[in-house]
């Protein structure tokens, strides 16, 4: 939509940093209740490691959110007017976008664990969502945070789209980022036990 309108970079961005958003806080809203609204791996992961979730859910839930991401890439070429697949033409992968999508996973993993945690689960919805969002303008990479969002955007042209050459380093960045988030959740949940 923003190609067809002809926005210019900074009213394209924020259009979609401003749809991805409010599209998050919908989706995790209605399936929080029903799946934990697992639509990343890293943190589907991150529950296993956590022992929060079996390995056969969690690998479900992984396989599903590859799964939907493709779809969605299908779905929204189709409603553009364009091949129903395109392979993703923009190279994304460099160093800063690489730290980029280290410091956005760590920050969206680490929100979910400590709003767990704290059992504040209505904030997770909000929270995400303006994580999300903000990181589309905050970090060099637009904030991907997802190895599922990666490999749904590698099926499109679109501006939001990611070459298959970029994929496999985002997606390392994603997993270390999730590292430095559930050691960061460690030292932190650390210290509130010593506190108490």
Do not use: C
Not at 41 to 68: C, E, H, N, S, W
Request: proline share 2%.
């Amino acid at each position: 939509m923003v190609f067809l309108l002809g926005a210019d970079e900074t009213v394209g961005l924020a259009a979609i940093a401003g749809a991805v958003g409010l599209v998050l806080f919908v989706a995790i809203s209605m399936f929080q209740s029903i799946s934990g609204a697992h639509f990343n791996p890293v943190v589907t992961i991150a529950f296993g490691i956590r022992k929060q979730i079996d390995a056969k859910t969690g690998f479900i839930y992984v396989a599903m959110q590859l799964l939907g991401a493709f779809l969605g890439a299908v779905v929204a070429n189709l409603m553009f007017g364009v091949y129903a697949v395109a392979a993703g033409t923009v190279q994304r992968l460099t160093t800063q976008t690489f730290v980029g999508e280290i410091v956005a996973t760590a920050g969206l993993l680490l929100i979910v664990l400590l709003l767990v945690d704290q059992e504040k689960l209505s904030l997770i919805a909000p929270s995400i969502a303006a994580w999300v969002a903000a990181g589309h303008l905050f970090t060099s990479s637009t904030s991907f945070a997802n190895p599922a969002v990666t490999f749904g955007r590698a099926f499109t042209d679109a501006v939001t789209g990611i070459n298959f050459a970029s994929v496999p380093g985002f997606v390392i960045g994603q997993l270390i980022g999730a590292g430095v988030a559930l050691t960061l959740f460690y030292f932190l949940s650390t210290k509130k036990e010593q506190n108490v």
